[in-house]
Structures are given as structure tokens and as C-alpha cells.
């Protein structure tokens, strides 16, 4: 499984934060955000991946969530574009959708088939969430999505858009007893554990959101949990955590994530997720006041963060360059 880089190889309360986007100079620049956190870039809002208003799916013109930008060229066969990008809609029935562009900054298209994961199968309120996984040894694309929130669930496909459902991999069930929701999971490879891969989620414990872990050999089953949260609401943070994405740059062991204050921040977790040291804000939200589920890619040595912007109920997806 290869990172998402061209030429460089190295929820709900929560939640809150045309069908072709131009180019970045049509997207509209803001200020740069000030980083915080040492050794981290400050990146700069371009502006919306789409427009909305005209999608063709029509819960996601009310909203659209959770960003997963994966590199598709030279992966499978014939893509639309060189990038995909998976998003949904979060309240009932969601939907899994694509779009897709020829590079990061767009001009974004949406996919005329959406949604490409509906809820039906499953008799469920709805799906969301979706993460990406390219995995080179069977050539196949893993797609993790919630449905309901207490329950995440795995599909694959050969050509990024039609998925073949897998099983259930995660339910509260295999959490201590506190836990009323597992979702919002995002899935990486270990960093010092070759044929390891590490799941990244939102457990919902008595209430508070906060980071947990999982663990497996394997990208569609046998994945393990502890069952002790990895990151919990630090001060500054709005007492809630999500979204959670590994940031493997800078040596590895960050995490990069969304709070209930609407700003993005970064946790210092170590290589072997032993430690939990709360770094402060990567990034403050300039135009849309709320930013959350951050998903990173790069092209041609930039760095760009995907992400949804405003408040719940009322999100697009962003894009923000890295300076």
C-alpha cells in the first residue's frame, strides 16, 4: 500500500465545522492560518473542492463530510481523473459519493452515479464517513464508512466505484460497555510494523467523543481494539474529539485531528502509540468558522489538507495548501 503522493514518496454536535471547483485562483485565496505547532506547516485556504448547491445527490446540497482524496492514476484501470475523492452527506440516508479531477486543486467533478454506497443494503438510517485504502497487493481499493454510528463497515473494489461489500468490522459491541458509538474510522499503515495496519476512530465513552486505536494484519478483518481511549479532550479542545488522521511526516507518531472548539490539532502519540501530548492548534478555519476530518495528499511536493468547513448541517469540503 502506497502513501497518496505524485512525485514524493515518503459527527453530530461534532460534526459541526461547480459540481466543478476552479482552479485555486478561481477557488479565492485566504490568509494563511499561523501553526501553532512547531515543525508543522501553516496552510492556506483555497477554497471550496465543490459547489454544493449543484450536486446532483440531493443530501449532499445540504452537507458533505469526511474527505478522502486518494491517487487513482496508474492505480486503476481507466479512472475518470488522477484523483478520486470520497465524501458523504451525514444525516439520513447519507450516501457514499465521488468525485474526481486531474489534480488536487480541481477543478473537481462530481461523479454522475452518486451515491456509489447507499444505506439499503444494509438497513441502516444511513452511511457516511468514507476512507479510502489503495492496497497494491491485490490491487483493490478498501472503503470504510459508518452505518449506523455504532457500526463501521469495509467494501472493495477493482475500478474505485463499484465496491463489493465486505463485513462489519467494528461495532460498540467489541468496546467496553461505555462506548455508544464507534465510526469515523480512518485506516493507515503501521509506522514501524511492516504488515501492520492501524485504525484510527471516534468512540463515543459515556458521552465524550475521543480517539481510539485498533489493530490488524489484514485490511478487511481480524482487527483487534484497545479498549482505553488514545486521545481524550485536552483543555482548549471543546471537550469533544474526531476525526482523526495518522500524520506520518516529521519521523511519524502525530495524530491530526478535529475538536469540539472547530479547530484542527495535533497530538504527539509516538511510533508505538504509547503516549498521549497534546501539541495545540494545526489549523483555525478563516472563512467558514468550523474545520474538521482533515485528509491529506500530495502533488508534485505540495502538501493540500481536504477537509469539511461550517458548521454541521451546513458543511462543504475545503482545500488548504500547505506554505
Not at 482552479?23 to 483555497?46: D, I, M, Y
Not at 440516508?93 to 443494503?121: K, M, Q, T
Amino acid at each position: 500500500m502506497e502513501p497518496d503522493r505524485k512525485l514524493i514518496l515518503n459527527r453530530r454536535t461534532l460534526l459541526i465545522g461547480a459540481a466543478a471547483a476552479g482552479s485555486a485562483a478561481a477557488l479565492g485565496f485566504a490568509p494563511p492560518a499561523s501553526a501553532a505547532v512547531p515543525g508543522f506547516p501553516t496552510f492556506t485556504r483555497l477554497g471550496a473542492a465543490l459547489d454544493k448547491s449543484s450536486l446532483s445527490w440531493a443530501p449532499a446540497r445540504k452537507e458533505i463530510i469526511f474527505p478522502s482524496v486518494r491517487r487513482v492514476a496508474g492505480r486503476l484501470p481507466n479512472p475518470l481523473g488522477a484523483w478520486y475523492m470520497y465524501y458523504a452527506p451525514h444525516d439520513d440516508p447519507g450516501g457514499i459519493c465521488l468525485a474526481y479531477a486531474d489534480s488536487l486543486e480541481g477543478p473537481w467533478h462530481e461523479f454522475a452515479g452518486n451515491p456509489i454506497v447507499r444505506r439499503d443494503p444494509y438497513s441502516v438510517p444511513h452511511v457516511s464517513s468514507p476512507h479510502a485504502v489503495w492496497n497494491d497487493a491485490d490491487g483493490k481499493m478498501y472503503l470504510y464508512f459508518h452505518g449506523d454510528n455504532a457500526t463501521t463497515r469495509v467494501a472493495t473494489s477493482t475500478d474505485g466505484i463499484t465496491f463489493t461489500y465486505g463485513d462489519i468490522i467494528l461495532t460498540t459491541a467489541m468496546m467496553p460497555s461505555n462506548v455508544t458509538e464507534t465510526s469515523y474510522a480512518r485506516v493507515f499503515p503501521h509506522p514501524t510494523q511492516s504488515g501492520v495496519y492501524i485504525m484510527l476512530f471516534m468512540g463515543n465513552q459515556a458521552g465524550t467523543r475521543k480517539i481510539f486505536i485498533g489493530w490488524s494484519h489484514s485490511l478487511a478483518s481480524g482487527w483487534q481494539f484497545k479498549p482505553d481511549p488514545l486521545i481524550s479532550p485536552a483543555a482548549g479542545e471543546g471537550g469533544q474529539l474526531s476525526g482523526a488522521h495518522y500524520w506520518s511526516r516529521n519521523g511519524g507518531g502525530y495524530v491530526v485531528y478535529h475538536s469540539g472548539a472547530g479547530t484542527i490539532h495535533v497530538a504527539d502519540v509516538g511510533t508505538s502509540f504509547d503516549r498521549e501530548n497534546h501539541l495545540g492548534v494545526l489549523y483555525t478555519e478563516p472563512v467558514a468558522t468550523r474545520a474538521a476530518a482533515p485528509s491529506f495528499a500530495e502533488e508534485d511536493g505540495r502538501l493540500y489538507m481536504f477537509y469539511e468547513a461550517g458548521r454541521r448541517g451546513n458543511t462543504n469540503i475545503a482545500i488548504a495548501r500547505a506554505n
